[in-house]
């Protein structure tokens, strides 16, 4: 077995030492080089010390030396959130919030809820601007659109249940990333030079990935973020109520009370209110499997599950992946899961979501009913599910390029499935303590009602946004974990992760051929296909189909997993990364 070795763990007293003398800020370049990753192909033993996949392989790295340790998956989970708010600052970090589903090696299922929240003084006119809504892009830059951050909460949460190693001994893999630096990725080159150069919009971090004529630095650079060392350092020795209180706190409701674009009252009291919340977790049967994932306000469970559901009365595994009929059965199942996700999916704490009805498997029939394998529903409507009491309008879906997901397993036989996210690429440009805040209100209906109808997902204060997320975990007949997965990328998340379940349950591919399938997506009459794959060249046969809007779109997907299978007579730990990405699985 390969191991990464770039990075290796510093005793935490030198740690600690080495943390006195921060390096002034600045960048120097070196040459680029590809990030190392662990030949994780032929699988680690489930009695070894377990398994990370993450979407860079230097936060895998983190969690890794968290197993090697004796860690959790738990606490591996979190050492990769903390590192790859380092190294991936445009996805996801601290400034953020996630959904985390853990399972054990019996089976048992929990989940923790740590998505952001709206300030105590959002009202429903929150995007609103002399009576007039702004429009979503607008909407997305300065302080309007950040949420109280859920991460560190949740990490917190999480660490003092199943946590075996130390609180401070998680962040210093981080710490040592932001101090002594990392090297700019072609991703993150790539997203510094987006076209609204939202991760350029503080001065802050203009500083650190721009030179001084406004240009992203160049692939390769290694970066140096002293700042953001201090932060985790204070977070570290003094836990994740600092980040909620005191200085941090003062910082951060600051810097969104006075943005240059769109100020936002966020509070003090705002942040120190914050809690992570324990939520049931979704779970149904998919075939002979049990497939259990987030709950509202993430509509991650229910739309993945409703999705795999709907296709169970079909021969899926005989049609195949090179059948267009299977792709169009996947998009028409699609098309009913999202018709009703957008209906009645919000936060269950402020509005009455129906989740017991959308998960019925009568009402999941009665709805599959309305899918025929040689033609396509002419629209594709929200259902009434037991339960529903109020008629939503429902918004049109918005689609972001941030967010991030990990899997971790240990020597124990637990998984922990983590979806991360600021929301869009270095969410509202905001940049306090060395992080990125997020935008993640802007998942929020900007506009609140349609047709005189108050729509589910609209603002309110202390809400959480609805969320795609869709961090899930699948066991087998037998009751062993069989699949952990996730993905990120909006409101593609349930396409990814349902077609990423489909290829391994149902066509009996690895995770990482699974993955590496191509997405189509359909959330409306609408289909979209991953340009330049063999669904591009479906299109005739969809559009014969009944298909009539179908067009291809450049991949902008990003999925990770670890799945448990029989290699050589002997049961192994195997992990995925999306080759779109720079993912990797990474082994003690």
Request: charged share 20%; glycine share 10%.
């Amino acid at each position: 077995m390969t191991i990464l070795r770039h990075f290796r763990f510093l005793p935490i007293s030198a740690v600690l030492l080495a943390g006195a003398c921060v390096p002034p800020p600045g960048a120097s370049v070196a040459p680029p080089n590809q990030a190392p990753v662990a030949s994780a192909a032929e699988g680690v033993p489930v009695d070894g010390r377990g398994l990370v996949s993450a979407a860079d392989a230097r936060a895998a790295e983190a969690g890794v030396q968290m197993l090697r340790l004796g860690g959790s998956a738990t606490d591996a989970a979190i050492a990769t959130m903390l590192a790859l708010t380092v190294v991936e600052p445009q996805s996801s970090g601290i400034g953020g919030g996630g959904f985390l589903v853990l399972g054990d090696a019996a089976g048992t299922v929990e989940t923790i809820d740590g998505r952001e929240t709206a300030p105590k003084a959002a009202t429903s006119q929150w995007f609103y601007v002399d009576g007039k809504p702004l429009v979503w892009p607008d909407s997305v830059i300065g302080g309007r659109s950040v949420g109280v951050p859920g991460n560190l909460r949740l990490a917190a949460m999480a660490h003092n249940e199943k946590g075996r190693i130390a609180w401070r001994t998680l962040f210093q893999p981080a710490i040592k990333l932001a101090r002594d630096g990392f090297e700019i990725t072609p991703r993150l080159r790539s997203m510094l030079s987006a076209a609204n150069r939202t991760g350029a919009f503080d001065p802050a971090a203009q500083a650190l990935f721009y030179d001084t004529a406004g240009e992203p630095l160049p692939v390769g650079t290694v970066v140096r973020n002293p700042t953001l060392a201090a932060t985790l350092e204070s977070i570290a020795a003094r836990g994740a109520d600092s980040f909620y209180t005191g200085d941090n706190a003062v910082l951060l409701a600051s810097k969104v009370g006075t943005a240059p674009r769109n100020p936002s009252p966020l509070t003090t009291a705002d942040l120190a209110a914050y809690k992570a919340v324990k939520r049931d977790a979704v779970c149904g049967q998919y075939r002979e499997y049990r497939v259990c994932g987030m709950g509202p306000p993430s509509s991650g469970g229910t739309t993945v599950f409703t999705i795999l559901k709907q296709l169970e009365r079909f021969d899926i595994k005989a049609l195949g992946p090179a059948n267009p009929v299977a792709w169009h059965l996947i998009a028409e199942s699609q098309r009913l899961a999202y018709a009703d996700r957008e209906q009645y999916l919000a936060d269950s704490d402020f509005v009455p979501v129906p989740l017991a009805g959308l998960m019925d498997p009568a009402y999941i029939a009665a709805r599959s009913a309305l899918i025929s394998d040689s033609a396509t529903m002419a629209t594709a409507m929200p259902g009434k599910p037991a339960g529903a009491k109020l008629a939503f309008a429902r918004p049109a879906p918005q689609e972001e390029h941030g967010t991030t997901h990990f899997v971790t397993v240990d020597r124990w036989g637990n998984a922990a499935s983590y979806t991360s996210t600021i929301e869009g690429p270095f969410g509202s440009g905001l940049m306090v303590g060395g992080y990125y805040l997020n935008n993640e209100l802007t998942d929020f209906n900007i506009v609140p009602d349609k047709d005189g109808k108050p729509t589910a997902n609209r603002v309110e204060g202390g809400k959480r946004p609805r969320s795609s997320m869709a961090p899930t975990l699948i066991y087998g007949p037998d009751g062993t974990l069989r699949l952990a997965v996730g993905a990120a990328g909006g409101t593609t998340i349930p396409a990814q992760v349902a077609k990423a379940i489909i290829g391994v349950l149902d066509w009996d591919l690895s995770a990482r051929e699974a993955i590496a399938l191509p997405v189509i997506y359909a959330p409306g009459n609408a289909v979209s296909v991953e340009k330049g794959t063999s669904l591009e060249a479906m299109i005739p046969a969809l559009q014969a189909l009944g298909h009539t809007q179908v067009s291809a779109r450049a991949p902008s997907f990003k999925a990770n997993a670890i799945e448990r299978v029989r290699v050589g007579g002997k049961w192994v730990w195997r992990g995925a990364a999306d080759p779109r990405s720079e993912g990797a699985a990474v082994a003690p």
